[in-house]
């Protein structure tokens, strides 16, 4: 990891996901269920193989996701969702909202956004409590 331009947790925060895609590679693990490389590379915004490479290793590298071999195929990887990440839920919750309320968002998106937002902290909660159990397994909670 470089070193970040200074303690603020807003910048240590950009450092992670202030760029174009993180947030959105994040967004098709939690909400979308994607779990492979082809499956995310394959999203609406179409993310270029190598980015989308890179971004990967980025969230690997700060604790978001888990890289692991899949059983059903020697060459194919899983990724999976750490409780660091799964953390994040209510913050995309928010930012989708904040984006239903300010911005020209299709009516797919928003009707998604307005269900999360209606449902506020325990629909999210219960959201998480699913990512845990699909991503870190029974009973786990994991950094």
């Known amino acids: 990891m470089r070193e970040a331009r200074s303690g603020c947790p807003i910048n240590l925060s950009l450092e992670i996901f202030g760029d174009r895609w993180t947030l959105l590679v994040l967004r098709d693990v939690v909400f979308g269920g994607a779990r492979h490389f082809r499956e995310l590379l394959d999203g609406e915004e179409r993310i270029s193989s190598n980015v989308l490479a890179d971004r990967l290793a980025v969230l690997v590298e700060h604790g978001l996701l888990t890289r692991a071999g899949d059983p059903s195929h020697k060459q194919k990887v899983t990724y999976s969702l750490t409780e660091r990440a799964i ?43 699913e990512l845990r159990e699909t991503h870190l397994g029974t009973g786990r909670r994991t950094e």
């Open 87 to 129: 953390d994040l839920v209510p913050v995309l919750v928010q930012l989708s909202a904040w984006g239903v309320r300010h911005l020209p968002v299709t009516d797919e998106y928003a009707a998604r956004a307005e269900v999360l937002t209606a449902g506020g902290p325990p629909l999210w909660e219960a959201f998480m409590a």
